[in-house]
DNA sequence: CCTGTATGGTTTCATGTGCAACTATTCAGC
DNA sequence: GCTGAATAGTTGCACATGAAACCATACAGG
């Protein structure tokens, strides 16, 4: 497992963490360009969005859980997504300490128009890999998660 | 390319930026518990002390290529390594305004010490992984970062 | 019921960061 | 050799973020 770096230097280009952290950098930068400049959202909110579209229905709990983002993090994206009429926040009828988040029209019509967008830039990105080569980079990725995830 | 993924759902799991993100942050997360805990040095300040403990001597500015970190960002750590006789920083005999930043002994030491236990925490982490697969996986992430430079 | 504890979410505060303005030095062109 | 542009690095400022304190609601045990 070692073959590649030399034993007595570190050499980074052959570090997962630096690589990983480097490629994820210029990924999510370039990304951003998408929804920044066309539609004024921040990372925190875009994701925020991304989930409301994708599951339609959550709590902010629950988007801290799937984004991995601080709860004061998302209480801030949803006040913003809440005020520009992109999502509605209404207590849970059962639970009036937590409260549905769900796409409006409006939200509802920006995603309709910049997930194409997205998912079309996300194919020209890993356009040069192969359908196996993609499928087995998230496996492995994945893989690495789960190790993370039984170790903490 | 799009057989994983529904074309009217937007499957965030198999959507490659934020799977990314999620791993390279729990990575980022973990590793920093080595630096962070025991040695009070924060990511930026890691990144210069490993940098020089690789290439031995640099500028600021081939740290910030090196590692895409803002130059500000830069200056910052190395102040705070330089404060800790960690590094030194003597302005190049050849042109005043850029400085060569070294490790000192004592960041060498510091160094010697610490980048065993990094390799080993990283040997730990991609254990599930064949030796062919870290290779493929490295050269499939170095494909989509020469992507993203072309388009920039 | 009432009290104490757990939980979802907000706000406050300290800190780290990026951008832009700035300083110091170099270098090209005249 | 000056003058003006370019470059390495620093600093000021505004902003986003995380940790912790906080508020409101729910719920369990007496």
């Known amino acids: 497992m070692t073959a590649e770096t030399p034993p007595t230097d570190f050499d980074l280009d052959h570090f997962l963490p630096y690589r990983l952290d480097r490629l994820a950098d210029r ?7 998408l929804y920044e400049a066309h539609y004024d959202l921040n990372v925190a909110q ?3 969005l991304a989930w409301l579209h994708h599951r339609h229905e959550l709590t902010a709990k629950q988007i801290c859980a799937s984004t991995r983002m601080d709860k004061a993090r998302v209480s801030r994206a ?4 809440e005020g520009r009429d992109l999502i509605v926040r209404r207590p849970s009828p059962r ?3 937590l409260h549905e988040l769900r796409l409006t029209e409006a939200g509802q019509a920006l995603m309709v128009e910049l997930v194409p967008q997205v998912r079309a830039w ?9 359908t196996d080569e993609y499928r087995r980079l998230l496996d492995m990725m994945g893989r690495l998660e789960r190790r993370l995830q039984e170790g903490e």
């Open 27 to 33: 990924v999510s930068e370039a990304l951003a360009h």
């Open 46 to 48: 875009w994701r925020v």
């Open 78 to 81: 949803v006040q913003v997504l």
């Open 95 to 97: 639970d009036q300490r």
């Open 122 to 130: 996300e194919a020209e990105l890993v356009a040069p890999l192969t």
